[in-house]
C-alpha cells in the first residue's frame, strides 16, 4: 500500500498515511468529543474538542509505534522494511521479504501488540496518577485522554493476536505451525485459511 503523504523517516523507516486514514480520523474525533462531551459535560466545547483531536492524534501515535516495532524487529532478523502505512484498518510495516525462521516470524508478529499492551499499561498508570478510576471519574482532559489511549491500546493488542492471517496473531500462528511441522508452505496456508 502506498501512502498518500509523507509524513517523515524515522529510524531509516519513512513513515505515510493513506487517504484512507480520513475514513477513520474524522470518525474517532467526532466520537471522541461527544464521549468526553457527555461523560464531562462540565467542559466548554473548546476543551472537549481539544481533548478529542488531541487524544486523536496520539492514537496516531500509537499506532506508528506498533508499526515501528515490527520494523525494528524485522530489521534485527535482516528483514529490509522501508516504509510504514497508517490506512482506515490499522497501518502496515512493508516489509519487503517473508521471515526465513519461525522464530523471526514469531517475534515480527508479536511484538506490535506487545508494544500496544504497554503502551496502553502506561497510558492506565499515568492517568490513575492524574486521579482518573474507571469508568471516568476524572474531571482532568489529560488524564481522560490517557485512560480512552490505554482502553484503545489495550483492545488493539488483543485484536491483533485474534489468530487469523494477516494479523498479527495470524503471523504467530504461522509462526507456531512452522516451528512444529518443519514446514513454512504448509504453515502460511494453514494460517492463512484461519
Same mark, same amino acid.
Given at each position: ?6 509524513? #517523515? ?5 519513512? !513513515? ?11 470518525? !474517532?474525533? &467526532? +466520537?471522541?468529543? #461527544? ?19 488531541? *487524544? ?5 501515535? *500509537?499506532?506508528?509505534?506498533?508499526e515501528l516495532s515490527h520494523a525494528i524487529v524485522a530489521r534485527a532478523y535482516n528483514l529490509?522494511?522501508? /516504509? ?7 497501518? &502496515?510495516?512493508n516489509i519487503e521479504k517473508e521471515p526465513e525462521t519461525p522464530k523471526a516470524e514469531f517475534w515480527v508478529g508479536i511484538v506490535g501488540p506487545i508494544?500496544?499492551?504497554? !503502551?496502553?499499561?502506561?497510558?492506565? !498508570?499515568?492517568? /490513575?496518577?492524574?486521579?482518573? @478510576?474507571?469508568?471516568?471519574? +476524572? ?36 509462526? &507456531?505451525?512452522?516451528?512444529?511441522? %518443519?514446514?513454512?508452505? %504448509? @504453515? /502460511?496456508?494453514?494460517?492463512?485459511? @484461519?
Amino acid at each position: 500500500m502506498k501512502p498518500s503523504l509523507n509524513i #517523515g523517516k524515522f529510524l531509516g523507516v519513512e !513513515i505515510g498515511v493513506h487517504y484512507t486514514w480520513l475514513f477513520i480520523a474524522v470518525p !474517532i474525533c &467526532v +466520537t471522541l468529543a #461527544g464521549r468526553f462531551s457527555t461523560m464531562h459535560p462540565d467542559w466548554s466545547g473548546t476543551v472537549v474538542w481539544a481533548t478529542a483531536v488531541g *487524544t486523536a492524534l496520539l492514537f496516531f501515535v *500509537t499506532l506508528i509505534m506498533h508499526e515501528l516495532s515490527h520494523a525494528i524487529v524485522a530489521r534485527a532478523y535482516n528483514l529490509p522494511v522501508h /516504509s510504514i502505512t497508517l490506512f482506515a484498518l490499522g497501518g &502496515v510495516a512493508n516489509i519487503e521479504k517473508e521471515p526465513e525462521t519461525p522464530k523471526a516470524e514469531f517475534w515480527v508478529g508479536i511484538v506490535g501488540p506487545i508494544v500496544s499492551a504497554i !503502551i496502553g499499561v502506561i497510558c492506565f !498508570i499515568a492517568a /490513575s496518577g492524574l486521579g482518573w @478510576s474507571p469508568p471516568d471519574s +476524572t474531571t482532568s482532559p489529560i488524564a481522560s485522554s490517557l485512560a480512552w489511549l490505554g482502553y484503545i491500546n489495550l483492545t488493539l493488542a488483543l485484536f491483533n493476536m485474534i489468530p487469523a492471517f494477516p494479523l498479527d496473531g495470524g503471523r504467530v500462528l504461522k509462526a &507456531v505451525i512452522w516451528w512444529i511441522t %518443519k514446514n513454512a508452505e %504448509k @504453515s /502460511s496456508r494453514i494460517a492463512g485459511r @484461519s
